[in-house]
């Protein structure tokens, strides 16, 4: 099935990050509802060709994603949604997003339990 959404996303986060929190099966969902051909970027590309959002709708990202501070958002004026694909969205946001009021979701509950099972691995290997 083809895209036939009008809405621009791009990916922005290290390829290890991209490989590790959007599975094929994902990549292949999100193709078929938002225009996905922008492609993979890292922060620091993104950073260097900020032209690269001018038209983008919605911002896929996650661990070692771009900073979203207001150079950024004048770069990406029809930005219109960001998913954060991992836990703590607080390496990325700034006071200039939030007084832009454009929503952003992230995985801080899912990530809760894989965290929690974790540290109690920990503590009870310590024991």
Not at 23 to 41: F, P
Not at 49 to 78: C, M, R, S, Y
Not at 83 to 105: D, H, L, N
């Amino acid at each position: 099935m083809q895209n036939t959404s009008s809405l621009k996303a791009i990916y922005v986060l290290s390829q290890t990050s991209y490989d590790r929190i959007y599975s094929q099966t994902e990549r292949s969902t999100l193709s078929k509802l938002v225009d996905t051909s922008a492609g993979v970027h890292t922060a620091e590309h993104i950073k260097q060709n900020l032209h690269l959002l001018k038209d983008i709708d919605i911002l896929l990202t996650g661990w070692n994603g771009p900073v979203i501070d207001q150079e950024f958002l004048d770069a990406a004026p029809n930005l219109k949604a960001v998913f954060y694909g991992a836990g703590s969205i607080r390496p990325v946001v700034t006071p200039a997003f939030w007084k832009s009021e454009i929503p952003i979701t992230c995985a801080a509950s899912v990530n809760a339990i894989p965290v929690s099972e974790y540290t109690l691995s920990q503590i009870l290997f310590c024991l």
